[in-house]
């Protein structure tokens, strides 16, 4: 097994089994599959189901090009009315006091989040979105995510947006 998939297995059996953004819903995966993962552009769909149901999440996972460290991960599943719940891991070395300025595009206006805790594979920010900031990240091209690192510097991160709609719409979907 390649480094890449390992790293990709890890972190997703990590979230998983921690359940920290993924919904659940009763029933089956279609044709009775315990499991889909389907890739939408730069985001990744994934559903399993089980003897608690069915649980749905898309996300995107980036890492350091030379040392194959993850650097990223943005997980996100379908919430009620609209909202999203979701979770990002950032790297270590950051100020977590800082916590997370969440930006689509070039906006001024954003959404602030907080670092919850740190483990092995990074930093987790939790995330509940509204469905007016839903909308803006299905308009946009890129979230930014400004944090500032341990010696004070800004830093921003970027996810792509390319595929999040339709990721998202499809876990939806699967969770009918």
Same mark, same amino acid.
């Given at each position: 097994?390649?480094?890449?998939?390992?790293?990709?297995?890890a972190?997703?059996?990590?979230?998983?089994?921690?359940?920290?953004?993924?919904?659940?819903?009763?029933?089956?995966?279609?044709?009775?599959?315990?499991? &889909?993962?389907?890739?939408?552009?730069?985001?990744?769909?994934?559903?399993?189901?089980?003897?608690?149901?069915?649980?749905?999440?898309?996300?995107?996972?980036?890492?350091?090009?030379?040392?194959?460290?993850?650097?990223?991960?943005?997980?996100?599943?379908?919430?009620?009315?609209?909202?999203?719940?979701?979770?990002?891991?950032?790297?270590?070395?950051?100020?977590?006091?800082?916590?997370?300025?969440?930006?689509?595009?070039?906006?001024?206006?954003?959404?602030?989040?907080?670092?919850?805790?740190?483990?092995?594979?990074?930093?987790?920010?939790?995330l509940?979105?509204?469905?007016?900031?839903?909308?803006? &990240?299905?308009?946009?091209?890129?979230?930014?995510l400004?944090?500032?690192?341990?010696?004070?510097?800004?830093?921003?991160?970027?996810?792509?947006?390319?595929?999040?709609?339709?990721?998202?719409?499809?876990?939806?979907?699967?969770?009918?």
């Open positions: 097994m390649n480094f890449k998939l390992a790293s990709t297995l972190g997703a059996a990590l979230l998983v089994s921690a359940g920290l953004a993924m919904a659940q819903t009763a029933g089956s995966l279609p044709s009775g599959a315990s499991s &889909i993962k389907e890739t939408f552009d730069d985001w990744t769909v994934t559903c399993l189901s089980g003897e608690g149901g069915k649980r749905c999440a898309v996300s995107q996972q980036q890492q350091d090009q030379q040392t194959r460290q993850m650097v990223l991960l943005a997980e996100f599943a379908p919430a009620a009315d609209g909202a999203v719940n979701g979770t990002l891991v950032l790297p270590f070395g950051l100020n977590l006091d800082g916590g997370v300025k969440l930006t689509v595009d070039d906006q001024e206006k954003g959404t602030d989040a907080r670092f919850q805790t740190c483990m092995p594979v990074g930093c987790v920010v939790p509940t979105l509204s469905k007016d900031t839903v909308a803006a &990240i299905r308009k946009g091209n890129v979230l930014k400004g944090v500032q690192a341990v010696a004070g510097n800004p830093l921003n991160l970027q996810v792509s947006l390319k595929g999040f709609s339709a990721a998202l719409d499809r876990s939806a979907a699967l969770l009918k």
